[in-house]
């Protein structure tokens, strides 16, 4: 299994967090990765962690895409973020609408994630690979499927290189959108998201705020786990390891990887991948 892969990660709010995600990565760079992303908080929070963390993955001598989002911003804001982003020696991005801290009204300029792609490009040129979300299983915020699938054409229109998707459990998911998006015209390589399964209520959580669906088997076999660790893991592990399986089979152009800041399961599904 020869596909590119690449890993992302969140910035550590502490010191020895810093630590812990550094040995992370040192273990998936093993991986040869393709490049590593870095998530940004709602309304920018962590951009200085984010910035921060792209610059350490740069330092070590690995390609960083930083998370991107641009509401509440305005075009003079993302536009010193780019410049900036420019000179640190970033070539990704993965441009996002994004979410605003709670509280806040919507303000900014821009009002979509396909404004922002295109005003990257406007603004940039080429100058910048850049990465948008995909939903397989529709966005959570969408008034339809339909219109999900158009906002999504539009970001391509807009500019984007390629799309990341949301994790998902379903192949038929993914092989269905990226089948309706090529209908819409919008043709760039459709990278699934796949997080790992280490924890069912952490899984659980997750799902639940982003809108990921975890089919009722899974559901089900997790809740009768209980606190059995060992299980849950070997579980994830068989169920994410067929997954990927049926992805590849489906001609996935390679595999973005939600380590949580972890890196034992990633390690081992690319291991099993690699056999």
Same mark, same amino acid.
């Given at each position: 299994?020869?596909?590119?892969?690449?890993?992302?990660?969140?910035?550590?709010?502490?010191?020895?967090?810093?630590?812990?995600?550094?040995?992370?990565?040192?273990?998936?760079?093993?991986?040869?990765?393709?490049?590593?992303?870095?998530?940004?908080?709602?309304?920018?929070?962590?951009?200085?962690?984010?910035?921060?963390?792209?610059?350490?993955?740069?330092?070590?001598?690995?390609?960083?895409?930083?998370?991107?989002?641009?509401?509440?911003?305005?075009?003079?804001?993302?536009?010193?973020?780019?410049?900036?982003?420019?000179?640190?020696?970033?070539?990704?991005?993965?441009?996002?609408?994004?979410?605003?801290?709670?509280?806040?009204?919507?303000?900014?300029?821009?009002?979509?994630?396909?404004?922002?792609?295109?005003?990257?490009?406007?603004?940039?040129?080429?100058?910048?690979?850049?990465?948008?979300?995909?939903?397989?299983?529709?966005?959570?915020?969408?008034?339809?499927?339909?219109?999900?699938?158009?906002?999504?054409?539009?970001?391509?229109?807009?500019?984007?290189?390629? +799309?990341?998707?949301?994790? &998902? !459990?379903?192949?038929?998911?993914? *092989?269905?959108?990226?089948?309706?998006? #090529?209908? /819409?015209? =919008?043709?760039?390589?459709?990278?699934?998201?796949?997080?790992?399964?280490?924890?069912?209520?952490?899984?659980?959580?997750?799902?639940?705020?982003?809108?990921?669906?975890?089919?009722?088997?899974?559901?089900?076999?997790?809740?009768?786990?209980?606190?059995?660790?060992?299980?849950?893991?070997?579980?994830?592990?068989?169920?994410?390891?067929?997954?990927?399986?049926?992805?590849?089979?489906?001609? +996935?152009?390679?595999?973005? &990887? !939600?380590?949580?800041?972890?890196? *034992?399961?990633?390690?081992?599904?690319? #291991?099993? /991948?690699? =056999?």
């Amino acid at each position: 299994m020869g596909l590119p892969l690449s890993f992302e990660f969140f910035p550590p709010k502490t010191p020895e967090g810093a630590d812990k995600l550094r040995a992370v990565r040192q273990q998936l760079y093993a991986l040869q990765p393709e490049f590593c992303s870095v998530t940004y908080g709602a309304g920018g929070s962590t951009q200085q962690g984010t910035f921060d963390t792209v610059k350490a993955i740069l330092t070590e001598g690995v390609d960083a895409a930083s998370h991107f989002s641009c509401i509440g911003a305005t075009k003079t804001s993302v536009r010193d973020q780019l410049a900036q982003l420019k000179t640190m020696g970033v070539r990704r991005l993965v441009a996002l609408r994004g979410d605003l801290p709670s509280g806040y009204g919507i303000g900014g300029e821009f009002q979509y994630a396909s404004d922002l792609v295109a005003f990257i490009r406007a603004e940039t040129g080429r100058d910048f690979h850049i990465e948008v979300a995909a939903y397989p299983e529709v966005h959570p915020q969408a008034r339809s499927p339909e219109a999900d699938l158009k906002a999504y054409a539009a970001k391509v229109r807009a500019g984007a290189d390629s +799309a990341i998707t949301q994790y &998902f !459990y379903s192949a038929d998911a993914y *092989a269905r959108f990226v089948d309706e998006a #090529r209908a /819409l015209g =919008a043709d760039v390589p459709v990278v699934p998201g796949i997080m790992p399964i280490t924890s069912s209520t952490q899984l659980m959580r997750f799902s639940d705020a982003c809108g990921a669906e975890i089919p009722r088997w899974i559901r089900l076999r997790l809740q009768a786990y209980g606190d059995d660790t060992a299980s849950i893991k070997a579980f994830g592990l068989d169920v994410v390891s067929s997954l990927v399986e049926r992805l590849v089979a489906l001609g +996935a152009p390679a595999l973005h &990887f !939600y380590t949580m800041n972890q890196s *034992a399961a990633t390690l081992e599904l690319v #291991r099993r /991948l690699r =056999a």
